[in-house]
């Protein structure tokens, strides 16, 4: 079982930047393929980014190509989702999620990220 804690979240103006990230603990955090998703009231969760393992292979949505990139440092069980040219549709709750057997099986509790305009 891994644990997840997103943290970073925050109030910002369009166009400025805000790094989220999503601490691991328990099993190691290493082997997974993690990934963060979001969601607004009333719509269903939506990727974001993935990364894979080793951190080589990464992906993003169309929405946020270009201004959001994710990373990781397996050493310190973490992942991040740097986030820039904020826009106002980038509010939402921001989730981080490991993917076990194929599937985003560990979720973690999600931080508030809201873009004024």
């Known amino acids: 079982q891994v644990q997840l804690v997103e943290s970073g979240g925050g109030l910002v103006q369009a166009g400025g930047s805000l790094r989220l990230s999503c601490a691991a603990s328990?099993?190691?955090?290493?082997?997974?393929?993690v990934g963060w998703f979001r969601q607004t009231p009333g719509k269903e969760r939506e990727f974001v980014a993935g990364?894979?393992?080793?951190?080589?292979?990464?992906y993003d949505a169309d929405s946020v190509k270009g201004r959001f990139t994710i990373s990781r440092d397996n050493a310190k069980n973490t992942v991040y989702l740097q986030m820039n040219s904020l826009k106002p549709e980038d509010t939402a709750v921001y989730y981080c999620?490991?993917?076990?057997?194929?599937?985003?099986?560990?979720w973690g509790q999600g931080t508030q990220v809201t873009v004024s305009s």
């Open positions: 328990g099993r190691t955090f290493s082997s997974y393929t």
């Open positions: 999620a490991a993917k076990e057997s194929r599937v985003y099986a560990h």
């Open positions: 990364i894979s393992w080793s951190g080589v292979s990464t």
